[in-house]
């Protein structure tokens, strides 16, 4: 069965250190997405991309962060400069529809980011 | 803003028991109502979901009804197995806004011993 699959399963860096979390959507998957879970706290959306632009962020998405496709397969995720509430499980999804039609989101295991 | 709110976990059963996960939400409009299952080492997996007041959602002998009324989308299983050990989460899509922007609860521990 697809899956989308993401790298690496858990990265350790040090506080103002660049991150790039790494996502491979399903193949005929045209919509991808960026959530995270802070330890004990909810599943937040970060960002939606399509088309090779972000179609929708959230609050938390900010300056510090920035997502591209850069091969055709892979969707990333780079945090530039990373703090310590950066410390979370980032899950990526992908879906083969969008907006009214999306249909169900398929994530990814997650990449659990621990900041020092 | 749109918030969904789940019933304190973590929640221990024996296998055949019944189960209840509460789920209340807040939105504007008429969000569509989803739960999700993680199993463990997985990634979240939709279980099923209502897109209208009234709808139920059913998949694996889980249902969820979707409430307006009492802005809930409980789910329920009549008989948990061992393999339902896994942690959900109740979500929605707010009316209007891209359906990959989904709104989760806090997700709940479901344990079921043999």
């Known amino acids: 069965e697809p899956e989308v699959t993401q790298t690496p399963s858990h990265q350790v860096t040090q506080m103002g250190q660049e991150v790039i979390l790494r996502c491979v959507p399903i193949s005929n998957h045209l919509y991808f997405y960026w959530y995270r879970q802070i330890l004990g706290q909810k599943v937040e959306f970060l960002v939606s991309f399509y088309n090779n632009e972000i179609s929708e962020k959230s609050e938390i998405f900010d300056d510090q962060f920035s997502v591209e496709r850069p091969d055709g397969s892979n969707f990333t995720l780079k945090i530039r400069s990373t703090k310590l509430e950066d410390s979370a499980m980032y899950f990526c999804?992908?879906?083969?529809?969008?907006?009214?039609?999306?249909?169900?989101?398929?994530f990814g295991e997650g990449s659990r980011l621990t900041v020092l | 803003g749109d918030s969904v709110t789940q019933m304190e976990g973590p929640v221990t059963l024996s296998e055949e028991a019944f189960l209840t996960i509460n789920c209340t939400y807040t939105a504007t409009g008429y969000p569509s109502l989803f739960w999700y299952v993680q199993y463990p080492g997985e990634g979240l997996q939709l279980l099923l979901k209502a897109t209208k007041a009234d709808d139920k959602g059913s998949n694996k002998g889980f249902e969820a009804t979707y409430r307006k009324e009492t802005t809930s989308f409980h789910l329920e299983k009549g008989s948990v197995q061992v393999s339902d050990s896994a942690v959900y989460f109740c979500?929605?899509?707010?009316?209007?806004?891209?359906?990959?922007?989904?709104?989760f609860g806090q997700g709940t521990i479901l344990t079921v011993h043999p």
């Open positions: 999804a992908s879906s083969e529809g969008g907006g009214v039609n999306t249909g169900e989101l398929f």
């Open positions: 979500a929605l899509s707010a009316s209007g806004t891209s359906y990959g922007k989904l709104t």
